[in-house]
T-cell receptor, first 116, second 107 residues
Framework: GAVVSQHPSRVICKSGTSVKIECRSL??????MFWYRQFPKQSLMLMAT?????????EQGVEKDKFLINHASLTLSTLTVTSAHPEDSSFYIC????????????FGQGTRLTVV | RKEVEQDPGPFNVPEGATVAFNCTYS??????FFWYRQDCRKEPKLLMS???SGNEDGRFTAQLNRASQYISLLIRDSKLSDSATYLC????????FGAGTRLTVKP
């Protein structure tokens, strides 16, 4: 199947610093990528939909100035958590949407962020 | 109302049991539907797409009812390795997940 690479897989950062997470689709072009957050024992929650070449669409309650998304190419989207706080500690995961006729979302391996 | 709602679970069943998961969605314009499986601390992986005519893949059967905005997943002859969280996913120009239903299959 298609491969989506997410990096880093794990990061620990100090409160107040920023962290960038990369999501790459390795063998197909993805005009649409999604960013999710998952807290322990909870489901994936969509944070934003990222479309190549345009501004991301954020879900209600997600601060766009805090979670900066850039989708500058058809194979790369980045999520930057700015001024991170301990409550931002979570599992962040991206997915890239392969379009018709075989529509499927492929997920990155996820990034476990711990803010200390 | 949540856009995608699933049975809360958890489901604890013996090996060999048949188990069914249900999911409803609110957006009637939704285009495609999937069941994903997520193992603990791993990314979700596609289990199967769900087609209007219903589809079967070995022990797994998925069904879609557009009129009722409802999809289901049936697992027959469950195995220990089926233990995971099953996520209902609805594509309406974005991929929205249900809360997931945790399944534990016991010996």
């Amino acid at each position: 199947g298609a491969v989506v690479s997410q990096h880093p897989s794990r990061v620990i950062c100090k409160s107040g610093t920023s962290v960038k997470i990369e999501c790459r689709s390795l063998d197909f072009q993805a005009t649409t990528m999604f960013w999710y957050r998952q807290f322990p024992k909870q489901s994936l929650m969509l944070m934003a939909t990222s479309n190549e070449g345009s501004k991301a669409t954020y879900e209600q309650g997600v601060e766009k100035d805090k979670f900066l998304i850039n989708h500058a190419s058809l194979t790369l989207s980045t999520l930057t958590v700015t001024s991170a706080h301990p409550e931002d500690s979570s599992f962040y995961i991206c997915s890239a949407l392969r379009g018709a006729p075989d529509t499927e979302a492929f997920f990155g391996q996820g990034t476990r962020l711990t803010v200390v | 109302r949540k856009e995608v709602e699933q049975d809360p679970g958890p489901f604890n069943v013996p090996e060999g049991a048949t188990v069914a998961f249900n999911c409803t969605y609110s957006n009637s314009a939704s285009q495609s539907f999937f069941w994903y499986r997520q193992d603990c601390r791993k990314e979700p992986k596609l289990l199967m797409s769900v087609y209007s005519s219903g589809n079967e893949d070995g022990r797994f059967t998925a069904q879609l009812n557009r009129a009722s905005q409802y999809i289901s997943l049936l697992i027959r002859d469950s195995k220990l390795s089926d233990s995971a969280t099953y996520l209902c996913v609805v594509n309406s120009n974005d991929m929205r997940f249900g809360a997931g239903t945790r399944l534990t299959v016991k010996p």
